[in-house]
């Protein structure tokens, strides 16, 4: 069984910056990509960020520009660096191994 033990969220001005991590418990090359998600108050989760095994990355245009997903294959970790944060940026923000391997998910709140 893969564990995804994620950290780093909390309580941020509005311009401020986090950082999140998610550290797997084998390889995270074992997989086809790692990912960001977050999931909103009364809203769906969505794909925010994914880094595939090559190293490509992709984001979602409500991040574009702001977060950068990066990983340390020797830690088997996975980071998220969030900058320039929105109160709508508000969530529980889980990581994943792709497709089927999910975090428990950390809190980002962005006060105005």
């Known amino acids: 069984q893969v564990q995804l033990v994620e950290s780093g969220g909390g309580l941020v001005q509005a311009g401020g910056s986090l950082r999140l991590s998610c550290a797997a418990s084998r390889s995270i090359f074992s997989f086809n990509a790692m990912a960001w998600y977050r999931q909103a108050p009364g809203k769906q989760r969505e794909l925010i960020a994914h880094i595939t095994n090559v190293g490509s990355t992709n984001y979602a245009d409500s991040v574009k520009g702001r977060f950068t997903i990066s990983r340390n294959p020797v830690k088997n970790t996975v980071y998220l660096q969030m900058n320039s944060l929105q109160p709508g940026d508000t969530a529980v923000y889980y990581c994943?191994?792709?497709?089927?391997?999910w975090g428990q998910g950390t809190q980002v709140t962005v006060s105005s």
């Open positions: 994943n191994a792709h497709p089927d391997y």
